[in-house]
Each structure stands twice: as structure tokens, then as C-alpha cells.
């Protein structure tokens, strides 16, 4: 859900004290840069926790789970990560509250997965971002997404310490449980948001350039995508776009939403089942 930082800056900057901030990656380096031009922060914020992040959604994403998770009414508030023993800890789910205060539960693998995974409601800044690991946060934070911890239900952090402040802290913390792990693991648990901010982000660039469109210099040079690659960013641009637009002129009515983007989403599907049998080794 689309969150500001004002009230929070304002706070630090008006109660003296040591403060930490935690956030998704363009946040923290926001945080970082207002530190670099303000002595008040660079005093006060003592440190900042970064959240490994794939992308954000504008608020039309809430209402959107809400109304297939069956609420009539506008949702009022959310808990994004709830945990049930049944599942593993990928099969998250939502507890959403509407105006009646009526409860509504719908699971990830439940309809929140096609949601998210094809970037509806995801806004064009992200398209862009190539900050995986929150790489201005004096630490990072993650979930481990390995075959190992996938049978906790609780669900399993792993995290990238940058600061010895940090690194200090957490040794000597009461009740948390550290494990050390190699880099390379921490990057395969998050293979599919490096995927989103490599290889994709490269081809997205490479698009860009060729539609005419300005091009943001990232990190990561343009590189032409395979034919099944490019149709699938195309096509995943266009939902992004249309997704909005779609979802207002259905009025919340989730049915009506779900049939304006079915045939997109039916071509995306084809289009992942013949990567798929592509990317199958030769025998």
C-alpha cells in the first residue's frame, strides 16, 4: 500500500533522540540523501533498515485482494503477512477488515499471486529500480526463500549486515537466533527479484530506447531481449498499464475487472508455458 515519509521526517527533526528507519529500497536512499544535505538527520538517524523489494502498488492493489477475497465493503485496514501452520510460509495470507467489520482471509496462492506476479498496479517507477538488497541500509532484510526453510510456516529472515553498530546489536539481542550463510545462498533466495533488476530491467531499457522513450542510465547496461522475452515485457508493460484503468471502469466489480484482463493474462500464460518448454535441456 502506497506509504509517505513526511510525518515521520518531521518527527525526527522536531524530538531529539536516535531514531532507526526501516523501508523498501528507494526509501532508504531517500533517507540517506536528506542525510547528506541535513546535519539534524546524519545526527539523529542512527541507523536504517532496508527491505529487500521486488515492487510497490498504488492503493487500487488493496482493493483490488479485498474484492477477491469477497468484501462488499471498502477495506479499512490490512495485515499483509499472516501465517497459518496448514501452509508453507510462501502461502501467506491477508486478513483484510472492510467498513462492515466483516474479516476476509484470501491466501497467496488464492488469487494474490496473479495479481502481484504480473505487476498489476505496479507503478512505472519500479520498472526502473535496480536496488535489490537495499544497498544504501546499514542492514538488509529478507525472507529465505530456500527448499530448507520452506516447511517452517513462520517463515525464516535472512539478512546482510553492513554496519558493526548492527553487527553488535544483533550478537548481542536476547531470543534471536543467528546462523551464518553464504552470499551466494542470499542471492539464490531472492533469484527472482535479481532476475526483475538484471536481466528484465536490461531488456526493459533496450525497449525504451528502441520505442524513442527517454532512458533512465541504470547500472545495468540495455541488452536486445530473445523474442519470447521481449513479447513477455511487452505484454507485462501493457497489463501494468491497463491494470488501473481496468479495475475503475469496473466500478470494484472484480468479475468485470478479472474479464477485461483475462485475454492479456491468457497470452502471458501461453507465452511462460513456451518459455518454459524452450528452456528445457537438450537431450
Known amino acids: 500500500y502506497p506509504v509517505e515519509m513526511s510525518r515521520v521526517m518531521e518527527r525526527i527533526l522536531s524530538e531529539p533522540g536516535r531514531y532507526a528507519i526501516t523501508g523498501v529500497p528507494c526509501f532508504i536512499k531517500a533517507v540517506q540523501s536528506a542525510q547528506q544535505h ?9 541507523v536504517t533498515v532496508g527491505i529487500v523489494c521486488g515492487q510497490l502498488k498504488n492503493k487500487l492493489f488493496t482493493d483490488c485482494i479485498g474484492a477477491l477475497a469477497g468484501a462488499k465493503a471498502p477495506i479499512v485496514s490490512v495485515r499483509y503477512r499472516c501465517k497459518s501452520p496448514r501452509r508453507p510460509a510462501s502461502d501467506y495470507y491477508y486478513d483484510l477488515v472492510s467498513a462492515d467489520g466483516e474479516h476476509h482471509r484470501i491466501f497467496w496462492n488464492d488469487g494474490i499471486a496473479r495479481v502481484w506476479g504480473n505487476r498489476w498496479f505496479t507503478p ?16 538488509a532484510c529478507m525472507d529465505a526463500w530456500l527448499p530448507e526453510y520452506s516447511k517452517d510456516h513462520r517463515g525464516t529472515s535472512l539478512v546482510v549486515v553492513r554496519s558493526p553498530t548492527v ?8 531470543g534471536l537466533e543467528l546462523r551464518p550463510i553464504s552470499i551466494e545462498r542470499v542471492v539464490q533466495s531472492q533469484s527472482g527479484v535479481c532476475e526483475l533488476k538484471r536481466e528484465r530491467l536490461a531488456y526493459r531499457s533496450h525497449l525504451e530506447m528502441e520505442q524513442g522513450r527517454p532512458c533512465i542510465t541504470k547500472r545495468v547496461a540495455p541488452k536486445r531481449p530473445r523474442p519470447l522475452t521481449r513479447k513477455e515485457i511487452v505484454l ?13 471502469s469496473s466500478g470494484g466489480d472484480v468479475e468485470r475487472f478479472l474479464g477485461i484482463m483475462r485475454p492479456e493474462l491468457e497470452r502471458m500464460d501461453l507465452l511462460r508455458r513456451t518459455s518454459r518448454v524452450f528452456a528445457l535441456p537438450k537431450k
Do not use: G, T
Open 38 to 46: 541535513n546535519p539534524v538527520l546524519r545526527e539523529r538517524i542512527a
Open 236 to 248: 507485462a508493460e501493457r497489463m501494468r498499464e491497463m491494470s488501473a484503468e481496468a479495475w475503475l
Open 124 to 139: 512505472k517507477a519500479c520498472d526502473h529500480c535496480d536496488d535489490i538488497f537495499a544497498e544504501c541500509a546499514d542492514v
Open 167 to 174: 553487527q553488535r546489536l544483533m550478537a548481542e539481542a536476547h
